[in-house]
């Protein structure tokens, strides 16, 4: 027996010793069986949904007014601090004005004597000893000096600077002992339980506002974390220039005075509501070659198959988008376990959620 033959009798017995090896190893039917891939579930539910879009906004009184003294002079009397209560026509200020009343009695000789002149002047004309040119003269000249004491009696008037609305002093620029100008502020009062939001909406966005419609809107303030109802008010007929932006005044109910001005503010407005629908996580969603995709579970409670459906989505919000086609109240949504799944795979149910449902968040 040459080598070349002893070489091929033993690959020969090689091969038939696998053979007999694969044989012994194969699984019998029941050790084939797929193990079924545990899931979590979510029991989809209708719902109504309010698509919204944020802009930021800024707070203002809904009136502020400067307060100047009419004439100039010491202040006497600052009678309001700083965040104090006024009402409207409350004195705020005290002007002296001695100095108007010293000049006011020389105002008034002044008039007295322009008065004795005049009577002078017209004796003298019954009697053709002067002209009707002086007599008028004269006239004039008394007319002039009565103006002056009606002007003198005005300024002393006005030796106290009041309020002309109910708010409160968000400033006072003057204390007492200084000198005021005529025209100069001297504090602002503002009236803030209404508060102005002013927001600045983009052009892509303008056509969803509408004042004739009385918009309601929800707005947050961060810095109170609280949320209020506020009512669109104005909307600029002009974008600005440099934004493309429209200017937006949404006025909100401030009685108990916890917005202030200056505060910032997100204003939501409605874009389009949506009635009796169905939302679901974003988690859920599977980006799929001919679209997005979900899984449901189809079959009893705990035991059941992996069905995919084709989505249309809608608008939404971070965590959630509306479902316009694909998915309907009732189905079995695959919440975890469904991101490697392939159609019609065997699938235990792990846990499983109702939408709406107390304590069921998803």
């Known amino acids: 027996m040459n080598f070349r033959l002893i070489v091929m009798m033993a690959g020969l017995m090689l091969l038939l010793n696998a053979g007999c090896d694969s044989e012994a190893a194969e699984p019998d039917g029941d050790e084939m069986e797929v193990t079924p891939s545990p899931v979590d579930t979510l029991v989809l539910a209708s719902t109504d ?37 006024v009402q409207r026509g409350a004195v705020l200020f005290r002007i002296d004005t001695e100095t108007d009343e010293a000049g006011q009695e020389v105002l008034q000789t002044q008039v007295e004597a322009a008065q004795r002149e005049l009577d002078r002047l017209e004796r003298l004309r019954e009697e053709g000893l002067t002209t009707e040119q002086a007599v008028d003269n004269a006239r004039t000249e008394l007319a002039q000096a009565e103006k002056n004491l009606r002007q003198s009696e005005v300024s002393i008037g006005r030796s106290s600077v009041s309020s002309p609305l109910s708010g409160h002093l968000a400033t006072r620029y003057a204390d007492a002992g200084e000198f005021a100008n005529a025209g100069t502020p001297l504090a602002e009062v503002i009236d803030y339980s209404t ?24 707005i947050e303030f961060p810095a109170l974390e609280k949320s209020v109802v506020g009512e669109v008010e104005k909307v600029a007929l002009r974008p600005s220039a440099a934004t493309r932006t429209f200017r937006v005044e949404v006025h909100v109910d401030n009685e108990d005075l916890a917005i202030r001005p200056g505060m910032r503010a997100r204003v939501h407005f409605e874009r389009d509501r949506f009635e009796e629908i169905v939302m679901i996580p974003r988690d859920s969603i599977l980006e799929g070659y001919e679209g997005r995709e979900a899984m449901v579970v189809e079959g009893d409670e705990t ?3 992996a069905t995919t459906r084709k989505l249309k989505t809608g608008p939404g919000t971070r965590d959630e988008l509306v479902v316009e086609s694909g998915l309907e109240p009732g189905d079995r949504l695959i919440l975890r376990g469904h991101r490697g799944l392939i159609g019609d795979a065997k699938v235990e149910v792990i846990d499983e959620a109702h939408q709406g449902r107390e304590g069921d968040d998803v």
């Open 49 to 85: 949904f309010v698509d919204t879009f944020e802009v930021l906004g800024s707070t203002e009184p809904v009136d502020a007014v400067d307060i100047a003294s009419d004439v100039p002079g010491k202040i006497l009397n600052a009678y309001a601090d700083q965040g104090d209560e």
């Open 303 to 305: 035991m059941g198959r």
């Open 195 to 218: 508060i102005v939001v002013h927001a600045r909406v983009p052009e892509s966005q303008i056509r969803h506002l509408n004042v004739d419609d009385s918009t309601y809107l929800d």
